[in-house]
C-alpha cells in the first residue's frame, strides 16, 4: 500500500462530500470541484474524513492509490481555502495590466502578449506582482506556468517572469580581453 494513500483526509465542517457513480464531489464555501474516480480506485467518507483504498494489489494500482490520495486532499483544500500563485516581472520596461478578464504583457518584445484567464482563476496585477488564485490547484499551476513561459527568466540579468518564491541563478557576463 502506498504510504501517502493510507492517510485519511480530514474534511472541515464547511465542505460536503458525494460521492456520485464514478464521480467524487466537493462543495464547500469557495466553490464546487468533481472528479472522476478510477475503478480501480474505492473512496469511502466517514466521521469528518475521507480513505481512499485500492481493490487489487498490482504496481499501477499503488500509484494510483496515493495520485488520488492527494488529488482528493487538494481539492478538500481548494474548497475549503483556495490556492494561491505569486509571480514576479523582473526588468526595465517590463509590465502588465488587467483588463477585465484578459491580461496583457509588455515584455520586451515587438508586440504585447494579450492572455485570457480561464475560468475559475482570478487575477489581480499591481505593478510587476501577479496574484493568481483559484479553488482548482492544477489550474491555477498551469496558468502560473503558462503566464511565466511568455518570458522566463534569464541567467544573466534576471529578467523575466518568475515565481515569487523561485531563486535565479546568476552567470557571470563575458569578461574583457586586454
Do not use: C, W
Not at 95 to 112: C, D, K, N, V
Amino acid at each position: 500500500m502506498s504510504r501517502i494513500g493510507k492517510m485519511p483526509i480530514p474534511v472541515p465542517k464547511n465542505v460536503d462530500v458525494r460521492f456520485e457513480e464514478d464521480v467524487l464531489v466537493l462543495k464547500g464555501p469557495l466553490g464546487e470541484l468533481q472528479r472522476n474516480i478510477h475503478p480501480s480506485v474505492h473512496v469511502q467518507t466517514e466521521e469528518g474524513r475521507i480513505l481512499v483504498s485500492v481493490t487489487d494489489p498490482g504496481k499501477k494500482v499503488k500509484a494510483l492509490h496515493g495520485l488520488y490520495r492527494a488529488l482528493i486532499f487538494n481539492m478538500v483544500t481548494g474548497v475549503s481555502k483556495g490556492f494561491e500563485r505569486v509571480l514576479d516581472i523582473v526588468g526595465v520596461g517590463y509590465r502588465a495590466e488587467l483588463a477585465g478578464r484578459t491580461a496583457t504583457f509588455h515584455l520586451g518584445y515587438s508586440h504585447p502578449i494579450q492572455f485570457d484567464l480561464p475560468q475559475g482563476v482570478d487575477a489581480k496585477i499591481e505593478k510587476t506582482r501577479i496574484t493568481l488564485k483559484g479553488i482548482d490547484k492544477e489550474l491555477v499551476g498551469r496558468t502560473a506556468a503558462k503566464i511565466r513561459s511568455f518570458r522566463k527568466p534569464e541567467p544573466y540579468k534576471g529578467k523575466g517572469i518568475k515565481y515569487a518564491e523561485e531563486i535565479i541563478r546568476r552567470k557571470a557576463g563575458k569578461t574583457g580581453t586586454k
